[in-house]
């Protein structure tokens, strides 16, 4: 009888001992991964990054564009943002944020501190005086996480003087999956130039290059600085990236891809990139 119980409690110690394990291994998380959509909107900006189950927009085109921004997030699942950065206030960058503010659950939106009077920011105070986001105006760089994201946000080191909003550009750097990828918004000359000559680490495996490939005398200093794989433009056929700038790129190794050509979709896994032109 003893020996009887004995066995029957090895036995039970060895089928929850196997219960555990196999516990585990359906727990394990399944290898991350990440996928970036450029949307074409012209000679504008709007991205979406999607990992973990969180949403990040950078960015919402121009005035007319938040419609279709939203039809597009709605046909990629996205049903909710859980971060949206608008980069500065031009109004190819924040035309679209007061439609999805309107139509979009957004938990955080964080844009520069600076104001100015326009008819777009006019629009998106207001849509944001009534949207339920935690809105953060940033004065200083910001590092934290979204779930395996790494993301750090610089704000200017140029004073602002009510003409030079693309010098106000936040600039988003997101390490994910051992890559990096760095959003430049509009950074012109001077904003470039302290950038590069700066203690920031500006390396990075994607660049969304700034100001829609509008030559910059500061270009080919933060192209050598930063090393990208792959080096993203938002323009369009009507306003292409100069000639200057494709140029440029021509010399150094990377891929280009411009929305010129259509929405650019990259995909992340397992550390490996992988990029293409999409259509929704």
């Known amino acids: 009888m003893k020996n009887f119980r004995r066995k029957l409690n090895f036995l039970l110690a060895l089928l929850l001992l196997c219960t555990a394990v196999l516990g585990c291994v359906s727990a394990a998380p399944k290898n991350p991964s990440l996928d970036l959509y450029v949307f074409a909107c012209g000679k504008a900006d709007s991205m979406l990054l999607l990992f973990d189950g969180y949403s990040v927009l950078i960015d919402t085109g121009e005035n007319g564009d938040g419609d279709e921004l939203v039809h597009e997030l709605l046909a990629l699942k996205v049903e909710k943002i859980d971060l949206l950065i608008l980069t500065h206030h031009d109004k190819d960058h924040i035309g679209g944020a007061d439609t999805i503010l309107n139509n979009m659950p957004v938990a955080e939106v964080r844009l520069p501190d600076y104001q100015n009077d ?56 997101v390490v994910f999956g051992g890559k990096t990828m760095l959003f430049m918004g509009d950074a012109e000359e001077a904003w470039l130039k302290d950038l590069c000559l700066g203690s920031k680490n500006l390396t990075c495996d994607v660049l969304k290059l700034p100001h829609h490939g509008v030559y910059d005398k500061n270009l080919p200093a933060l192209l050598t600085v930063s090393m990208p794989e792959y080096v993203l433009i938002t323009d369009s056929v009507k306003n292409p990236a100069e000639e200057k700038t ?29 990029a293409e032109q999409f259509h929704l």
């Not at 777009?120 to 949207?131: D, F, V, W």
């Not at 790494?150 to 704000?155: E, H, L, P, R």
């Not at 440029?248 to 929305?259: A, G, K, P, R």
């Open 118 to 173: 326009s008819k777009q920011y006019i629009q998106l105070n207001a849509a944001l005086e009534q949207s339920h986001a935690d809105v953060i105006r940033m004065q200083d760089e910001a590092s934290f996480s979204l779930g395996s994201a790494d993301f750090t946000i610089w704000t200017s080191s140029i004073e602002y003087t009510g003409k030079n909003d693309n010098e106000q550009s936040l600039i988003t750097k």
């Open 246 to 274: 494709v140029s440029l790129l021509d010399t150094f190794e990377c891929t280009v891809y411009q929305t010129m050509n259509g929405p650019i979709h990259l995909h992340l896994e397992n550390g490996a990139l992988d």
